[in-house]
């Protein structure tokens, strides 16, 4: 960071039109009422906001572009993140020269100058004091759900919490069944969450029964069609009959895109 941030602030996805340029004023729309919703700033181009598919240009493309539609510099953290150390100096460069003054990196992670030598002589250390911190949490972990496979098809997202913790995004099993993609999952999971959190300061009663509640509401669609794609595809004939229709008639399969997708979530979104 060029300077420290203070308050709450939210890294924000980076919404796309449909040429794949970035959509300025929609980015713009959703950071403004992130601050009338009581947020101190906003972080773009990080890893939620998939940075490292932007070039420099189009970053600071995106920040003037916030700033032309009345978001205040001094509200606005940008990530560096890039493989090429110059090209993080070059955005950081025009950032400040905008009036930023947060920038996000990420460590390094290609240097041709670095060497499997170096790499092991700074890794070492810090795994081996990784590890003993990590034996020594996992002596106090208590396992709420049975292990299961994390990958498309094969999701049961079950586990909500216990009394004094809730659960949300990875830690809650929250991967997209039908495309492997976690992302509306984790941001909606931690809306839900965050609901059974002040829900549970409010009344004193554990959040997690509550949390699992609301899961089973937003969720139990794509979880009921995930049970009934597995099973079919655990059939070769039913996959061979299901492609044979589908040759002839692509309702069914248009539909599942639209599932996949959440397509009416986005236009509903959209129209909002």
Not at 168 to 194: K, Y
């Amino acid at each position: 960071m060029t300077a420290p941030i203070k308050g709450f602030w939210a890294a924000t996805p980076t919404p796309l039109k449909a040429d794949g340029t970035v959509d300025d004023a929609s980015l713009a729309r959703h950071s403004l009422g992130l601050f009338k919703q009581g947020l101190d700033g906003v972080v773009v181009f990080g890893t939620t906001g998939e940075g490292t598919s932007f070039n420099v240009a189009e970053r600071i493309a995106t920040v003037e572009g916030l700033l032309k539609a009345g978001v205040p510099a001094s509200k606005i953290g940008l990530g560096g993140g890039f493989p090429a150390i110059t090209d993080s100096i070059a955005l950081t460069r025009a950032a400040l020269s905008l009036g930023l003054n947060h920038v996000l990196y990420l460590p390094p992670f290609f240097d041709r100058s670095v060497t499997p030598g170096h790499r092991g002589r700074g890794y070492r250390p810090a795994m081996t004091k990784r590890a003993h911190r990590l034996r020594q949490i996992d002596a106090r972990a208590t396992q709420l759900s049975p292990v299961t496979v994390l990958g498309p098809l094969a999701v049961n997202a079950r586990a909500a919490g216990c009394p004094g913790l809730l659960l949300a995004g990875d830690a809650a099993g929250f991967v997209d069944p039908m495309t492997g993609d976690g992302l509306r999952f984790a941001l909606r999971g931690g809306e839900l969450a965050a609901h059974a959190a002040l829900d549970e300061l409010a009344s004193g009663r554990p959040g997690y029964a509550r949390l699992a509640a609301l899961r089973r509401r937003e969720f139990s669609g794509k979880w009921r069609i995930n049970r009934a794609l597995r099973v079919m595809v655990g059939s070769p004939g039913a996959v061979g009959l299901a492609s044979l229709v589908s040759s002839w008639w692509s309702g069914p399969v248009e539909y599942l895109i639209q599932l996949a997708g959440d397509v009416g979530l986005a236009r509903r979104y959209e129209r909002a």
